[in-house]
């Protein structure tokens, strides 16, 4: 899967070179006209309404507060038993760990690779063992911003190789968001691309 959002960054503009082969040929003299005002509409009105500037912010709206998992969290003093089973419950991949008694100091994350790593292969309890023993923490973590765009991010966690990371802001957690949810934010904003695209192929601008 890695792989695939790699080519899937390296190629994003094949949606609009798919378009543009539709494009019956003009004459010498419409030519001109033509790309000048299409150069026109992707530099102003494209950079403006979407190509490539959907946001995590963008994202943590659409997905609501209490959707999939953006303000599932666990303390550091939770047992891992305890944390697998809120992530099995909610059918989420990652736990936000935040110190207990302040839900949005964050304090690190935990992950369904941690729970298989440092668990099951080193034979440990996941019900003796404390989620703050196993988790990544805050200072190794990867994190966003709400200003971050979502390209930024899926590059962030292809690169790394992570499939959770985390939004903050100067005054501390807000939620966190998936690759799912980062991938079907990029297909969304290259399908309304494309639409635009149409639009304009077709008189629409």
């Not at 790699?6 to 004459?27: D, E």
Request: aromatic fraction near 6%; glycine fraction near 8%.
């Amino acid at each position: 899967m890695q792989g695939a959002l790699r080519s899937f960054l390296s190629n994003g503009n094949i949606f609009k070179n798919a378009v543009l082969q539709h494009i019956r040929p003009m004459t010498p003299l419409m030519q001109p006209v033509m790309f000048s005002r299409f150069e026109s509409m992707t530099a102003s009105r494209m950079e403006e309404q979407g190509f490539e500037s959907t946001t995590i912010s963008d994202v943590l709206k659409a997905k609501g507060k209490s959707a999939d998992g953006s303000w599932l969290w666990c303390t550091t003093e939770d047992s891992v038993y305890e944390a697998v089973k809120s992530m099995t419950h909610h059918n989420v991949g990652a736990l936000v760990v935040v110190k207990p008694g302040a839900k949005e100091a964050l304090a690190g994350i935990i992950t369904e690779r941690d729970y298989l790593r440092k668990i099951i292969v080193q034979g440990r309890s996941s019900k003796s063992t404390k989620v703050g023993d196993i988790m990544t923490e805050e200072n190794k973590l990867i994190t966003v911003t709400p200003d971050t765009k979502v390209l930024r991010a899926m590059q962030l966690m292809t690169d790394n190789r992570i499939r959770h990371i985390p939004v903050v802001d100067g005054k501390g957690m807000l939620g966190m968001v998936s690759i799912g949810d980062v991938v079907r934010a990029v297909v969304s904003e290259h399908r309304e691309e494309l639409d635009r695209l149409n639009a304009y192929i077709q008189g629409g601008y």
